[in-house]
T-cell receptor
Framework: RKEVEQDPGPFNVPEGATVAFNCTYSNSASQSFFWYRQDCRKEPKLLMSVYSSGNEDGRFTAQLNRASQYISLLIRDSKLSDSATYLCVVARFMDTGRRALTFGSGTRLQVQP | SAVISQKPSRDICQRGTSLTIQCQVDSQVTMMFWYRQQPGQSLTLIATANQGSEATYESGFVIDKFPISRPNLTFSTLTVSNMSPEDSSIYLC????????????FGPGTRLTVL
């Protein structure tokens, strides 16, 4: 089983739609959680951190459920520019004190006019 | 977040040759990370590079194949040695942001094609 699992998609949605992505992680020692966005042929860029209380940034809402080891990302009022691959990322501290990130394989979103 | 640059941005190489990728950061950082992203896949950590010590390699990656240098706190290189077509990938360096809950920020990547 992969340490971080995502639905690969693609999700094809019309402009203005609301779309939700889910992610599950297997390591209960995971401490920090993030969503990254990766455009085609570009590097991943941090979209937002995910907190237990849930957090919102404009049209984007991220939620974390530690008991179920589940993370979600909700995008409201989708724009054409939201088309990208969304990576779920989980971090934990190793015995060495180093922080290790594990990346999901990504969910592809295509917003259509 | 730090500004990270990589050279080259892309290259096409013959099998059996080696390529050295450079990563430059605009501020001093303790750790730098090298990742690989194969076509259609997510990111896999190759190794962590600390200044003044040997790099720490992840399972499945060895120093002979991916030697790393870290001569100072703003620069690192990754060499892909004795390349084969299976090494065709995007190679990305990253650095940690500040703070305990901060994450990593990535350079633009080097797109490598091995013929």
């Amino acid at each position: 089983r992969k340490e971080v699992e995502q639905d690969p998609g693609p999700f094809n949605v019309p402009e203005g739609a609301t779309v939700a992505f889910n992610c599950t992680y297997s390591n209960s020692a995971s401490q920090s959680f993030f969503w990254y966005r990766q455009d085609c042929r570009k590097e991943p860029k941090l979209l937002m951190s995910v907190y237990s209380s849930g957090n919102e940034d404009g049209r984007f809402t991220a939620q974390l459920n530690r008991a179920s080891q589940y993370i979600s990302l909700l995008i409201r009022d989708s724009k054409l520019s939201d088309s990208a691959t969304y990576l779920c990322v989980v971090a934990r501290f190793m015995d060495t004190g180093r922080r290790a990130l594990t990346f999901g394989s990504g969910t592809r979103l295509q917003v259509q006019p | 977040s730090a500004v990270i640059s990589q050279k080259p941005s892309r290259d096409i190489c013959q099998r059996g040759t080696s390529l050295t990728i450079q990563c430059q950061v605009d501020s001093q950082v303790t750790m730098m990370f090298w990742y690989r992203q194969q076509p259609g896949q997510s990111l896999t950590l190759i190794a962590t590079a600390n200044q003044g010590s040997e790099a720490t390699y992840e399972s499945g990656f060895v120093i002979d194949k991916f030697p790393i240098s870290r001569p100072n706190l703003t620069f690192s290189t990754l060499t892909v040695s004795n390349m084969s077509p299976e090494d065709s990938s995007i190679y990305l360096c990253s650095v940690e942001g500040r703070g305990l809950t901060d994450t990593q920020y990535f350079g633009p990547g080097t797109r490598l094609t091995v013929l």
